[in-house]
Nanobody, 120 residues
Framework: QVQLVESGGALVQPGESLRLSCAAS????????MNWYRQAPGKQRELVAVITSDGSTNYANSVKGRFTLSRDNAANTGYLQMNSLKADDTSVYYC??????????????WGEGTQVTVSS
């Protein structure tokens, strides 16, 4: 039993910044990877960013140079720093994590999403 909860979404103006958090809880041994997706109305889900257990990151072209991933392994928490936000970034952002539980079972966990709206 594991759970992911995203937080930090808000209504902001273009050019402003937000930091999203993804907190995992439950019977967790470790988190191998944490990923961020987003889905805007009428569009398919997009993989935004990936961070692996060793801290390596990859970003979608649409967010490169503006978004930055980080993670606090001790806190079982990942962060997505979003700078220079654009209207096109408006979306529901979802956290996804590959988690190994104390039972040894692997679990692909998803949060319920947090709304980011960028509008003037």
């Amino acid at each position: 039993q594991v759970q992911l909860v995203e937080s930090g979404g808000a209504l902001v103006q273009p050019g402003e910044s937000l930091r999203l958090s993804c907190a995992a809880s439950g019977n967790i041994l470790s988190i191998y990877a944490m990923n961020w997706y987003r889905q805007a109305p009428g569009k398919q889900r997009e993989l935004v960013a990936v961070i692996t257990s060793d801290g390596s990151t990859n970003y979608a072209n649409s967010v490169k140079g503006r978004f930055t991933l980080s993670r606090d392994n001790a806190a079982n928490t990942g962060y997505l720093q979003m700078n220079s936000l654009k209207a096109d970034d408006t979306s529901v952002y979802y956290c996804n994590a590959d988690i190994i539980q104390v039972t040894g079972e692997l679990h692909d966990a998803w949060g319920e999403g947090t709304q980011v709206t960028v509008s003037s």
